[in-house]
């Protein structure tokens, strides 16, 4: 089936609209980053570096790392923007933009987001890397695809909308896996996340600064929240978009975050540039091992 002009729009040169790369600059592993300054740093530990593109905020650039290639991307903030960069990504891989048709040959992506997070249990200090074993959805994006039940976790929805008492005029949370190739990759480096992907700063993840929130005790109910050996460990704005679409369009993918601030004890260290810069050596490293 051909994809329509106005469904998949590609530039003059070729490249996907929004985050302007073309398909034979896209690497098979791919880092996101919300900020589009982190694409530079890194930049800075890639060698044989091809391009920097920007674009809104949109920045990417394709190098190698332990002689593997890679790219990494600027996404902004949202899991609205995500639904962009994941969808476009995987047009660049799997779709072939001359005959505007799906190629036959699926082209598996491995995708990691490396972001900031802000923990909400007592024992997750700052500094801590989290990995989002489960991402929550609290934004409603996957929803609006088909079949979405088949990559999610029914039971833990109901467990945690139950616990919750979810307010019925909120999206309808959803409970997304990531890749297992990437868990084992970070787990002895990591601390073992249940994320919240909120689709906001403020009162979506609990903040009041002049309005009041629909759900008052939503962070202590997060906070006491168990299924199995997991319990909810921070928040963050992204992930949730990352794991649900790459499980649905056939990839890989994971989130890892560094706890900049903690939420229970009610403090934060606005000075973690060299907090991220640890993660992203680490998740280089680890990515390309």
């Known amino acids: ?33 919300g900020d589009p300054g982190r694409v530079d740093m890194i930049g800075y530990y890639l060698s044989d570096v091809e391009f920097r593109h920007a674009n809104r905020e949109f920045v990417s650039t394709t190098g190698r790392f332990n002689g593997k290639r890679l790219t990494a991307i600027s996404t902004g903030i949202g899991t609205d923007n995500c639904d962009i960069v994941m969808t476009e990504l995987d047009a660049l891989a799997n779709v072939d933009l001359q005959t505007r048709e799906v190629k036959k040959n699926h082209r598996e992506l491995t995708v990691l987001r490396i972001g ?38 029914l ?45 906001g700063f403020y ?16 962070l202590e109910k997060f906070e006491s929240f168990r299924y199995g050996e997991y319990r909810i460990t921070n928040f963050e704005m992204e992930g949730s978009a990352v794991a649900g679409l790459a499980k649905q369009l056939g990839h890989k993918a ?36």
């Not at 329509?4 to 880092?31: C, K, W, Y």
């Not at 700052?126 to 999610?152: M, Q, V």
Request: proline content about 5%; hydrophobic content about 40%.
């Open 203 to 218: 009162g979506p993840q609990g903040r009041v600064v002049r309005l009041g929130l629909a759900m008052p005790d939503m």
């Open 1 to 33: 089936m051909r994809i329509a002009e106005s469904e998949l729009i590609i530039n003059s040169d070729g490249s996907a609209f929004h985050i302007h790369l073309r398909p034979e600059e896209l690497a098979d592993i791919v880092i996101l980053v």
């Open 254 to 289: 994971g989130t890892i975050c560094c706890a900049i601030a903690n939420r229970y004890l009610k403090n934060s260290d606005p000075d973690y540039k060299a907090m991220v810069r640890n993660l992203i050596e680490v998740s280089l490293d680890r990515l390309t091992r």
């Open 116 to 153: 900031t997070t802000g923990a909400i249990q007592e024992d997750i200090p700052i500094g801590s890397a989290i990995f989002s074993h489960y991402s929550i959805g609290c934004d409603g994006l996957l929803n609006w695809y088909e079949d979405r039940e088949k990559i999610t976790d």
């Open 155 to 199: 039971d833990m929805e109901e467990a945690f909308m139950k616990h919750t008492g979810w307010d019925k005029h909120l999206p309808a949370p959803y409970f997304v896996k990531a890749s297992d190739d990437l868990i084992k990759r970070f787990e002895d480096c990591s601390v073992k996340g249940m994320t919240i992907s909120a689709p």
